[in-house]
C-alpha cells in the first residue's frame, strides 16, 4: 500500500480547519447536555445513530495518504485503526482487512441503492405514521400541531409510501398496515432508494463507519447533508416545534407536499454525488485489490 506523505505543517492546517468547521456543530449539542437539555431536530444525528460529538470532531486524511509525525502526536489518533511507525501515522493494514468484507457489502448496498429511480412521493408522513392512532409520540415533550382526526384524513389521502424499514420499524399498528410495502431488515438491500431522506441521512453513518477510510471531508459533507434533510424532516412532521423556530412544511395541502417534493429531490441529488464519492473511496481501496484480507 503506497501512500502519499503529508508533511506536518501541510495535515496540521487540515485538521485544524476541519475543527473550526465541525465545532459550531459540536458545541451546542455538549452545552445542551451540561445543560440536561434535548433538542430533537438538533440532537438527532448524535443519538439516533449514535454517533458521539468526539468522533465528529476526530480529524481522519484518508485512504491513501500518511502523515509525517513525532510519536507525541499519534496519542490524538485512534490506535486501533492506525499505526505509528518510521514518523508516520498512517492507517493500519490490519484495520483495513478487518473491514474488507464490511466495505465490500456497503459497495453492493450502496451501487444498487444508486440505480433505482428517486421515489419522491412519501411526503414525509413517516413521521405521520409514528403517531397515528397513539398519544405515546417519540418526541414526548412536544405537542402535535394537528389532531389525530386530521392526521389520520392526511394519510389516508395521500396514502404511506415508505421505503425505509428504519422509520418503518416505529410505525404505530395502525399505521403499518396501510404502507404498501411491510418492510423487514432484509428488505434494505431490495428497496432502497436514493429519494428517502432517512436513507440520504444513512450516508452520516456509512462514512463514519469507515471514516479512516474516506476522510473527513467526506465525513463533513454527509453530516451537513443529513443535517439538512433532518430539518426538513422535523418541518414536515406533525409536531408542533413553532418555540424552537422550526417553521412546518404543511404537507396536508397541496402547497406543502409541492414543497416538500421539491426539496426531496435536491436532497436526492446531493446524496447521489456523495454516494459516488463514498463509493469511489471503497472502490480504490478494495475492488482495485489494493488491500487484501
Known amino acids: 500500500m503506497n501512500n502519499k506523505v503529508l508533511p506536518a505543517e501541510v495535515w496540521h492546517s487540515l485538521r485544524d480547519e476541519h475543527h473550526a468547521k465541525v465545532l459550531p456543530w459540536i458545541t451546542p449539542r455538549l452545552e445542551r447536555r451540561s445543560r440536561h437539555e434535548s433538542h430533537p431536530v438538533d440532537d438527532f444525528l448524535f443519538e439516533y445513530y449514535p454517533i458521539s460529538t468526539n468522533k465528529l470532531l476526530n480529524w481522519h486524511p484518508g485512504f491513501g495518504l500518511s502523515l509525517s509525525a513525532d510519536e507525541s502526536e499519534f496519542e490524538d489518533f485512534p490506535s486501533g485503526s492506525y499505526e505509528f511507525s518510521e514518523n508516520k501515522i498512517q492507517i493500519r493494514r490490519e484495520w483495513l482487512a478487518k473491514n ?35 398519544q405515546d409520540v417519540r418526541h414526548e415533550k412536544w405537542k402535535l400541531r394537528l389532531s389525530q382526526d386530521q392526521i389520520r384524513a392526511t394519510i389516508d389521502e395521500v396514502g404511506l409510501r415508505c421505503t425505509h424499514f428504519d422509520a418503518f420499524r416505529f410505525f404505530t399498528p395502525i399505521a403499518a398496515p396501510l404502507n404498501p410495502l411491510q418492510l423487514t431488515p432484509v428488505d434494505r438491500n431490495e428497496v432502497e432508494q436514493p429519494g428517502c431522506l432517512h436513507a440520504n441521512m444513512d450516508l452520516y453513518k456509512h462514512t463514519q463507519r469507515f471514516a479512516p477510510m474516506v476522510g473527513s471531508d467526506l465525513v463533513r459533507k454527509a453530516f451537513a447533508l443529513a443535517k439538512d434533510i433532518r430539518n426538513v424532516d422535523m418541518q414536515t412532521a406533525p409536531y408542533d416545534l413553532a418555540d424552537l423556530g422550526v417553521t412546518p412544511i404543511q404537507v396536508e395541502t397541496q402547497i406543502g407536499r409541492d414543497e416538500f417534493a421539491r426539496l426531496q429531490v435536491g436532497f436526492a441529488e446531493r446524496s447521489q454525488i456523495l454516494r459516488s464519492e463514498l463509493l469511489d473511496v471503497l472502490k480504490t481501496a478494495y475492488v482495485s485489490q489494493e488491500i487484501k484480507a
Not at 108 to 131: D, K, N, Y
Open 100 to 134: 474488507q468484507e464490511a466495505a465490500i457489502g456497503l459497495i453492493t448496498f450502496l451501487s444498487e441503492t444508486q440505480q433505482r429511480p428517486i421515489r419522491s412521493g412519501c411526503f414525509g408522513l413517516h413521521e405521520w405514521a409514528m403517531v397515528l392512532g397513539t
